[in-house]
């Protein structure tokens, strides 16, 4: 029986530049690069260090020094060009230069139902497909020696221009449903699986699911809102989340003995000009999905608006990114931006723009903040966008000042950065409210563990 969640607060952010519904195959890239800042709390040990070795298809690359069973694999076949580090020589970046074909790593075929639960988890770690996972508490790589109370998937995307997490699966059913039955075999409790309530799609007939049908705007589509209506964490409980996508990999390695780390790239925003999903593979060259832009005008985001990472053209997509998010650059001042009802062609949650008469109307959005950071007052407007039991500013007040009992006892345990993008954007005192709750969950892991 399914789970009906309708959530009120929030935003529905209806932005020009939609990908339409066409999906063709990328230009093949020339590197790949992994990198390791797209696992937060993961510090890598390198397994193949010499520059120029021969590398084969799912061949593990890196793990995580504090839990040597989650290891990063490559992408594709071909040599290690270079590892890129910063200071103090942490890496920053891995670089793969790719064969014209690719050699794969051979694995065994396992049916997930028929499987120890022991054995499948090892053989999915294994085969690097363990880095998907993340963990809540704190929003860090799953460690395999756990077994998490439930896992959850949201295949409901709400954030603005989100890929269509049904049209991106429509050709890999069977991979996605074998990738599910795993997944009940890593958990004593539940694998819950987040639908648009509103909509047709297949999503709604997997088996071996608890569905949660969830309608409203943005942020009903991120697991911790799903989380925390259905199965709350506690102190001390662990929960899995993982993307829907990845899941379909899991099943893909486990019919096949192969590790496929296709990745279905959904281009968007005011400023794409070929806006429509791209094939390719995890670690890819922007430049081999979009043309190069001018970055002075223009904004590469890696990922959603909301999440995503300022790329610029040479750089690679992130790991998790099935976006790619391009929106005009805000390098212009807003004379006299404070008086309401003056720029009317803005998006305004707070009606001092007439805008709010439009209706459906999509708009462009620059990057500009139009102020700097300001004092933190209460005016409201975080609770507006949080449908979340817990109260935002005071939250942010408790890991700005360190407060570990506070933030306890407001609910730390539950949130993670990507709750809080709705409060970055609506948030008048210009507070980086992810980076703050990035910062107390971090002090959470240290202090608390």
Same mark, same amino acid.
């Given at each position: ?9 929030? @935003?529905?952010?209806? @932005? ?7 999906? /063709? ?8 690069? @992994? ?70 790593? /051979? ?343």
């Amino acid at each position: 029986m399914a789970i009906d969640i309708k959530v009120k607060r929030g @935003l529905k952010l209806r @932005l020009k530049g939609e990908a339409e519904k066409i999906k /063709s195959p990328a230009l093949k890239s020339k590197t790949y690069a @992994l990198i390791p800042d797209n696992f937060h709390g993961l510090v890598p040990k390198m397994l193949i260090k010499k520059e120029g070795t021969p590398i084969k298809a799912g061949e593990a690359l890196f793990y995580s020094k504090y839990n040597e069973k989650t290891k990063v694999v490559s992408p594709v076949s071909g040599k290690l060009k270079t590892i890129e580090r910063g200071a103090r020589r942490r890496i920053l970046r891995v670089i793969i230069e790719a064969d014209d074909e690719f050699e794969y790593v /051979s694995h065994d075929k396992l049916d997930p139902l028929k499987t120890d639960a022991d054995k499948l988890k090892n053989h999915i770690f294994e085969a690097g497909c363990g880095a998907f996972f993340k963990q809540r508490l704190y929003d860090i790589p799953a460690n395999a020696d756990d077994t998490p109370k439930a896992i959850y998937i949201s295949a409901f995307n709400t954030t603005p221009l989100g890929a269509d997490f049904e049209f991106i699966l429509k050709d890999k059913k069977e991979h996605f449903q074998n990738g599910i039955n795993a997944l009940t075999k890593l958990t004593d409790g539940k694998v819950y699986l987040g639908v648009d309530r509103n909509a047709k799609s297949f999503l709604h007939d997997t088996e071996n699911v608890e569905l949660i049908r969830v309608s409203g705007p943005h942020p009903a589509g991120n697991v911790g809102v799903q989380i925390q209506k259905t199965n709350p964490i506690n102190k001390g409980e662990k929960v899995w989340t993982i993307r829907p996508e990845d899941v379909a990999i899991i099943g893909e390695l486990l019919s096949t003995g192969k590790f496929n780390a296709e990745r279905t790239i959904a281009v968007c925003g005011s400023d794409a000009v070929d806006r429509q999903y791209f094939t390719t593979l995890i670690g890819a060259e922007i430049n081999s999905i979009i043309e190069e832009v001018d970055t002075n005008k223009t904004r590469i985001i890696s990922g959603d608006v909301f999440t995503g990472d300022k790329a610029e053209n040479g750089d690679h997509i992130n790991f998790f990114a099935n976006e790619i998010t391009l929106i005009p650059e805000g390098n212009h001042y807003r004379m006299f931006g404070w008086l309401p009802f003056k720029d009317n062609y803005i998006p305004s949650m707070s009606n001092t723009s007439l805008s709010r008469l439009s209706g459906h109307k999509e708009y462009v959005v620059d990057t500009n903040l139009n102020g700097e950071e300001r004092a933190l007052v209460v005016t409201s407007e975080m609770e507006k966008v949080m449908p979340m039991d817990i109260m935002p500013m005071q939250l942010l007040k408790a890991c700005m000042t360190g407060d570990i009992d506070k933030m306890e006892n407001l609910g730390i345990y539950e949130v993670v950065p990507e709750d809080f993008a709705l409060v970055d954007y609506v948030n008048t005192s210009k507070v980086e409210a992810q980076e703050v709750i990035r910062q107390g969950l971090d002090l959470m892991l240290t202090e608390v563990g």
